[in-house]
């Protein structure tokens, strides 16, 4: 297994979209409906965000969106705020009860 | 509310054994919903899953791990535990634990985590 394709960072300023992308293979991304996104602060433990590639845990802003075509899947944060500045995993299902993560985003709201 | 700790000794001599247990506070590992597992981040770096584990007893292991790592569960102690063998420096990381919803028998992410405890391979 090899971790999923994510780019090391992107900015954006506050009010603005930016989408993170999370590219994968047929065997993980591609081959199930199991992509999650996770939310990370410096010294935090990780937060789920989006899972089922487009669902929202209860609590997280709708500003937050996920989406897949093919073998990539991405997410959105939009009307981009302050707090948004984190790092972002994404995570597919690989089969055979696996996981692959992607290497992190950096997001930095400018 | 469901809380998730990790416990085990910060320090591990190379070539030895990384035992860490992971507590669940809140909630019932006795539960055919949730496989529990887990994820490894070596300073620095990305978040790697390392395995997972049914309250059956039916665990699920990375392949570039397997053959080092065991996990377990007992869940009368409410408890789940990491092993991982023969550690090198490049096992340094903050391993936490977390729980995995399950849909139609197959776990699909991490809904919760513990805080993580960092672990330091060193002689």
């Known amino acids: 297994q090899s971790a999923l394709t994510q780019p090391r960072s992107v900015s954006g300023s506050p009010g603005q979209s930016v989408t993170i992308s999370c590219t994968g293979t047929s065997s993980d991304v591609g081959g199930y409906n199991f992509v999650s996104w996770y939310q990370q602060y410096p010294g935090k433990a990780p937060r789920v965000i989006i899972f089922d590639v487009n669902k929202r845990p209860s609590g997280v802003p709708d500003r937050f969106s996920g989406s897949k075509s093919g073998d990539t899947a991405s997410l959105t944060i939009s009307g981009l705020q302050a707090e948004d500045e984190a790092e972002y995993y994404c995570c597919s299902y690989a089969g055979t009860f696996a996981f692959v993560f992607g290497e992190a985003t950096k997001l930095t709201v400018l | 509310q469901l809380q998730l700790q990790e416990s085990g000794p910060g320090l591990v001599k190379p070539s030895e054994t990384l035992s860490l247990t992971c507590t669940v506070f809140?909630?019932?590992?006795?539960?055919?919903?949730?496989?529990w597992g887990w994820v490894r981040q070596p300073p620095g770096r990305g978040l790697e899953w390392i395995g997972s584990?049914?309250?059956?007893?039916?665990?699920y292991y990375s392949p570039s791990l397997k053959g080092r790592v065991t996990i377990s569960v007992d869940p009368s102690k409410h408890q789940f535990s990491l092993n991982l063998g023969s550690v090198t420096a490049a096992d340094t990381a903050i391993y936490s634990c977390?729980?995995?919803?399950?849909?139609?028998?197959?776990?699909?992410?991490?809904?919760?985590w513990g805080q993580g405890a960092l672990v330091t391979v060193s002689s």
């Open positions: 584990i049914h309250y059956s007893g039916s665990a």
């Open positions: 809140g909630g019932t590992i006795f539960n055919f919903n949730y496989h």
């Open positions: 977390a729980r995995l919803p399950v849909t139609m028998r197959v776990p699909h992410y991490f809904d919760s």
